[in-house]
T-cell receptor, first 113, second 114 residues
Framework: GQSLEQPSEVTAVEGAIVQINCTYQ??????LSWYQQHDGGAPTFLSY????GLEETGRFSSFLSRSDSYGYLLLQELQMKDSASYFC??????????????FGKGTKLSVIP | DGGITQSPKYLFRKEGQNVTLSCEQN?????MYWYRQDPGQGLRLIYY???????QKGDIAEGYSVSREKKESFPLTVTSAQKNPTAFYLC?????????????FGPGTRLTVL
């Protein structure tokens, strides 16, 4: 089975930097994704790490260490609109030549003035 | 504009009734997925489909059924056998499930069973 652990809540100040960690235990691992979801809305894709290292997309960066079964999402220059839930998701093999995502329970980020 | 539509946004049903949630995409994606989300929880996979006329159970398929008669459509039926159907249901699609591609999500249907 799969299990992912991430903090349930994080609070940070506007303009600051915040890091959301994700640790996972999986029987098979093919990559780690991050999704953002505003209250009542649909998740939207932020980033994907298939290999170890840092991926940067604007203010957002994501890091993966497969040997440590660990990754994180880094948000810089926080804005009020970044207040949302952030989910890490492991891509694993589901058989019959296809892959699926297993999601963590999410981290609710509150950005305060 | 390409995207995924789900209807209705809010749905109320009486206990014991089956209900079908609609999901349509015009992205020409091969793979489609149904997730369930409960308050404060992550997304749990109900069913997924890689191609037309084929689908597989996810982690919590009991009490649900799906069909994939057209590439664009992947409706989900919540049956009376589902013990606790009140939840937020999200449909997603991706170009193909055979290699990595981001999943695109619809706006969701919030189902309340009274």
């Amino acid at each position: 089975g799969q299990s992912l652990e991430q903090p349930s809540e994080v609070t940070a100040v506007e303009g600051a930097i915040v890091q959301i960690n994700c640790t996972y235990q999986t029987s098979g691992f093919y990559g780690l994704s991050w999704y953002q979801q505003h209250d009542g809305g649909a998740p939207t894709f932020l980033s994907y790490n298939g290999l170890d290292g840092l991926e940067e997309t604007g203010r957002f960066s994501s890091f993966l260490s497969r040997s440590d079964s660990y990754g994180y999402l880094l948000l810089q220059e926080l804005q009020m609109k970044d207040s949302a839930s952030y989910f890490c998701a492991v891509r694993d093999y589901s058989g019959a030549g296809s892959y699926q995502l297993t999601f963590g329970k999410g981290t609710k980020l509150s950005v305060i003035p | 504009d390409g995207g995924i539509t789900q209807s209705p946004k809010y749905l109320f049903r009486k206990e014991g009734q089956n209900v079908t949630l609609s999901c349509e995409q015009n992205l020409n994606h091969d793979a489609m997925y149904w997730y369930r989300q409960d308050p404060g929880q992550g997304l749990r996979l109900i069913y997924y489909s890689q191609i037309v006329n084929d689908f597989q159970k996810g982690d919590i398929a009991e009490g649900y059924s799906v069909s994939r008669e057209k590439k664009e459509s992947f409706p989900l039926t919540v049956t009376s056998a589902q013990k606790n159907p009140t939840a937020f249901y999200l449909c997603a699609s991706t170009v193909t499930s055979l290699s990595y591609n981001e999943q695109f999500f619809g706006p969701g249907t919030r189902l309340t069973v009274l």
